[in-house]
C-alpha cells in the first residue's frame, strides 16, 4: 500500500513540475523579465565582490532558470520511472522531457512579449540528461553502499 501511494506522491510531483515550467512559460515578456531580474539582483548579492560576479547576467539568469527547470524535471521523471518499474527509463525520460520542452517553448509563442527558440529546447534536453545522470550517480552510490554493508 505504501508503495502505491509513493508513486502517487511522485506523480503529483512530475505533474507540479512540469505545471510550474509551462506557468512560466505563460507569463508575458514584461513579467518574465522582472522574475529575471530580480534573480540577478539576489544573485548578485550574494556574489558581490567575487570573481563571477561581473560575468552575470539577465540572459545567464534566464539560461541557468531553464538548466535548473529540466535538470528538476529529469530527476523527478527518472525516479518516477525507477519507482514504477525498478528501470530507469533513460530514452523516455529524455524523449519526454524534450516534448514538455517543445510544449514549453510553443506555449510562449502566445504569450505577449515572449520568443520561441529551439535553442532553449536543446538547452532543456541537455538540462534533462543532467537529471537523468544525477539519479544514474545516486542510485549508483545507493548500490555500492548496499554492497558495502553485505
Not at 531553464?66 to 525516479?79: A, F, I, K, M
Not at 532543456?124 to 540528461?129: E, N
Request: glycine share 8%; net charge positive.
Amino acid at each position: 500500500m505504501k508503495h502505491r501511494w509513493l508513486i502517487f506522491l511522485c506523480f503529483l510531483l512530475v505533474s507540479a513540475v512540469i505545471g510550474v515550467i509551462w506557468w512560466h512559460s505563460m507569463q508575458n515578456g514584461v513579467a518574465s523579465h522582472a522574475e529575471s531580474r530580480r534573480m540577478l539582483a539576489f544573485a548578485l548579492s550574494h556574489l558581490q565582490g567575487t570573481r563571477l560576479a561581473p560575468y552575470l547576467s539577465d540572459g545567464h539568469i534566464r539560461r541557468l532558470a531553464h538548466l535548473t527547470e529540466y535538470t528538476t524535471l529529469g530527476v523527478v521523471l527518472s525516479s518516477f520511472s525507477v519507482l514504477i518499474s525498478r528501470r530507469s527509463h533513460k530514452v523516455w525520460v529524455l524523449l519526454i522531457g524534450i516534448s514538455v520542452a517543445a510544449i514549453d517553448e510553443y506555449i510562449q509563442l502566445f504569450s505577449g512579449g515572449r520568443t520561441s527558440t529551439w535553442h532553449d529546447v536543446v538547452l532543456d534536453g541537455v538540462g534533462c540528461i543532467i537529471g537523468i545522470v544525477l539519479v544514474m550517480v545516486i542510485r549508483g552510490v545507493k548500490r555500492g553502499i548496499c554492497a558495502i554493508r553485505r
